[in-house]
């Protein structure tokens, strides 16, 4: 029973098919070949930019911060969630590739960065000239590392502040189908006023593909070259395009999105009927919840895996600890109700 993380479940078998179909002859190298320009034809279309720059890559980490290294220049502030991904999780990858770009936290509800909170804190930079950081781009995680979801008033909120002191938007789409799935947006309305867009696919159902859509085509050719400087360019370009292909091709994408959050929705209301608590509200694939630090000892005793977002302590085994469980696309309704009879 290993809700640990979306990472840890499997590739889709329409995934694995089409990497073997890509396996057969030959064809150019570097993204020189028919299936990646296909791909990003796909996601163009998917995401109603016709004159986006469509790039892939096999990590997040590489997505996010060539993006964000295309936004920001060495000596500006980047502005994030306390708890992005980009901030608490890629080992300062982001500042290595923008050449040293300073992230500042912006607090917001339920994992979230506010309009009012991002607008004090681009105030607050640019205030000693020569001698601070200067304001740089805005990165959002949709979802969030809490399993909340911005709504289409809060992006408006926060791309309207961004635009009123002239900083760009880039997103940290992870688990952009998740966010999708879960509201009532067309995928160009999610991505509206975003810059750059780091589209997730690995958690849902790639092996490890990712890519990086820039709006502004213009900054392309520079993001092809930090991508190829940072070794991240791939010779045998197919098999990532090949992922991306299967995964766009008859919505495949958002059905396994779906799937995952159905799983976590039914966790989440089996979690609620049992009396536990919920950290935050379940709005995507991961569901936080409290229990005593006892319950999550004897379910992992049992064969449960998930993380804990608090020590447990063993000085106190009644204390309410938080925890994350991740459902991914493969999560039945069996394997939800075992893990719910751990906690009963």
């Not at 339920?110 to 805005?138: C, F, M, N, W, Y």
Request: aromatic share 8%.
């Amino acid at each position: 029973m290993n809700f640990a993380s979306d990472n840890a479940g499997p590739a889709h078998p329409k995934v694995i098919e089409a990497l073997g179909r890509a396996n057969e002859g030959h064809v150019g190298s570097y993204g020189a070949d028919p299936l990646t320009q296909g791909a990003a034809d796909k996601l163009r279309e998917v995401l109603g930019a016709p004159e986006a720059a469509v790039h892939f890559v096999a990590t997040g980490t590489a997505a996010n911060a060539l993006a964000l290294a295309c936004l920001a220049e060495p000596w500006s502030a980047i502005f994030c969630a306390p708890a992005a991904h980009v901030h608490v999780d890629e080992c300062n990858a982001p500042e290595f590739y923008t050449g040293g770009a300073k992230l500042i936290p912006v607090q917001g509800p339920d994992g979230k960065i506010g309009a009012a909170s991002l607008e004090a804190a681009i105030l607050a930079e640019e205030t000693r000239g020569v001698h601070g950081p200067q304001r740089g781009p805005v990165t959002l995680t949709q979802a969030t590392e809490s399993g909340t979801t911005y709504s289409q008033s809060e992006l408006e909120a926060i791309g309207t502040v961004a635009g009123r002191y002239g900083v760009k938007l880039h997103m940290d789409g992870a688990r952009l189908a998740n966010a999708l799935a879960a509201s009532n947006l067309a995928p160009a309305q999610m991505v509206e006023r975003v810059a750059a867009l780091s589209f997730g696919g690995t958690k849902n159902g790639l092996l490890g593909a990712e890519a990086v859509v820039l709006f502004d085509p213009e900054l392309s050719w520079q993001f092809e070259l930090r991508r190829k400087r940072a070794g991240h360019l791939f010779s045998k370009h197919r098999y990532l395009a090949a992922q991306m292909d299967a995964y766009l091709t008859d919505g495949l994408w958002m059905e396994l999105a779906s799937r995952a959050n159905a799983a976590a929705t039914r966790l989440s209301e089996g979690l609620v009927a049992q009396g536990y608590e919920l950290a935050w509200p379940t709005e995507a694939n991961m569901v936080f919840f409290r229990a005593p630090a006892r319950v999550h000892e004897a379910a992992m005793a049992q064969g449960a895996v998930y993380h804990l977002w608090d020590e447990a302590g063993e000085e106190n085994p009644d204390r309410p600890v938080t925890a994350r469980l991740v459902c991914d696309w493969s999560k039945s309704d069996g394997e939800v109700d075992a893990l719910l009879a751990l906690f009963a």
